[in-house]
């Protein structure tokens, strides 16, 4: 075991990390612990016209996730005083092909950010390296609830063009690990720092909620924009219980940055 002490916003945490953690140092847990107790807010992406939106001080569960990611891959250490580089970073991170071109233009569902993050080379995937566990993707929730986005709702041809996503997406066949193959301590291919994208039972829909992981002790922990506790947190228990807790969550994928 080695220990790492990080600091973060009056809070320090010993945070120790089993040997397969160490190869990767975790520049991406040190960037997440600067966003502790940041609130929880829904829906700050929806604005129109669709534009690339940084608001370092209110974040959800994937705004959180691609706020660490920009900073960590353009080597800045406060959201707040961004530069361009990062604006580009999350631009990259949040859009198809980084272009800002509509609501349409949007990674909305995790799979699409995922291939998307891949492609560009910034994400690599984990689970399918160590995960022999697949699934055939079925997405159709957006379009099947456009009531449930402001800018689907009485606009059935941004709702088509969202079908036509979720039909270039479907039949993609994804690796992941279910839940129950997940223990307290974690398992030694996932790092601390690694992106956990949660995968859920709802019908359409791939992934439910994302974090990140931390190890703290001999276990395994989630970090994250909690819409419950309405903040960003580490949560007390193992990611094994945390998972546990909530039936709606399957299992995950879990991914890397490349640095
Ligand atoms: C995404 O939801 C939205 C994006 O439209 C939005 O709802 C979908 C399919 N996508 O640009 C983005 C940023 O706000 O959020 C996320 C949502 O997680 C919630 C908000 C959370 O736990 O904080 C991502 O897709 C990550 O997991 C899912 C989850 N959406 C649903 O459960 C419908």
Redesign the pocket.
Do not use: G, P
């Given at each position: 075991m080695k220990t790492i002490s990080l600091f973060c916003l009056g809070v320090c945490l010993t945070v120790a990390a089993p040997l397969a953690a160490q190869q990767h140092p975790s520049i991406v847990t040190a960037n997440a612990l600067k966003f502790l107790n940041t609130p929880?807010v829904?829906?700050?992406?929806?604005q129109e016209p669709e534009q690339l939106i940084i608001r370092c001080n209110e974040v959800?569960?994937?705004?959180l996730v691609e706020y660490v990611m920009a900073l960590t891959l353009s080597g800045e250490s406060d959201c707040r005083a961004h530069t361009a580089a990062f604006a580009d970073r999350l631009r990259q991170i949040?859009y198809r092909n980084g272009e800002v071109n509509g609501y349409a233009s949007?990674?909305?569902?995790?799979a699409e950010?995922i291939e998307n993050g891949v492609k560009a080379g910034f994400i690599e995937d984990i689970t399918a390296a160590h995960s022999p566990h697949t699934q055939t993707l079925r997405l159709n929730?957006?379009s099947t609830?456009p009531d449930?986005?402001r800018q689907l709702r009485n606009n059935p041809a941004e709702t088509a063009r969202m079908a036509e996503t979720e039909k270039r997406l479907s039949g993609q066949v994804i690796h992941w690990l279910p839940k129950e193959e997940l223990p307290d301590e974690g398992l030694s291919w996932i790092q601390d720092g690694d992106i956990l994208?949660?995968t859920?039972q709802?019908d359409g829909?791939?992934?439910?909620?994302?974090g990140i992981a931390v190890y703290i002790g001999d276990e395994l922990r989630l970090l994250?924009?909690s819409?419950q506790k309405e903040k960003v947190v580490i949560e007390d228990v193992p990611l094994r219980q945390t998972l546990a807790n909530n039936k709606g969550w399957t299992g995950m994928r879990v991914l890397r940055l490349i640095l």
């Open positions: 929880y829904a829906h700050t992406l929806e959800d569960c994937i705004i949040r949007r990674l909305h569902y995790v950010w929730f957006m609830h449930s986005y994208a949660l859920t709802a829909l791939d992934v439910s909620h994302m994250h924009a819409s």
